[in-house]
């Protein structure tokens, strides 16, 4: 006796794959392709921006600074979102966020 002629209900659940496993082993890829992503390029991008707001909360006159534009100079006065720089002989006054890095921490802009 096969199981069709005992039943036809109970032949055809006998021939189905169980797809439970296979939706377990998905939602796992995605959760570490997830965590992959996370440390990847969430991580450090956001570990980048409190390293430059640090920097700027620290800025002072007298630092020198690189601009990302390429543009070497020494702060002069700080303002709410600005800074005033001089490059050579050109006073500059360029937004904050155009600031890459400080390349010296100097003192005040008349010991300079």
């Not at 189905?16 to 965590?35: D, R």
């Not at 006065?77 to 006054?93: F, G, H, M, P, Y």
């Amino acid at each position: 006796m096969n199981l069709s002629s005992l039943n036809p209900l109970l032949a055809d659940t006998a021939l189905q794959p169980n797809t439970t496993g296979s939706e377990i082993k998905m939602f796992a890829m995605l959760g570490v392709m997830f965590v992959f992503m996370w440390f990847a390029i969430i991580h450090p991008q956001r570990k980048r921006t409190k390293e430059l707001e640090a920097m700027l909360k620290a800025l002072k006159a007298g630092d020198k600074i690189v601009l990302n534009s390429g543009i070497v100079g020494v702060v002069l006065a700080l303002k709410d979102k600005t800074v005033s720089i001089r490059s050579n002989e050109s006073k500059l006054e360029v937004l904050k966020s155009a600031i890459a890095e400080v390349t010296d921490r100097g003192g005040e802009a008349g010991a300079s």
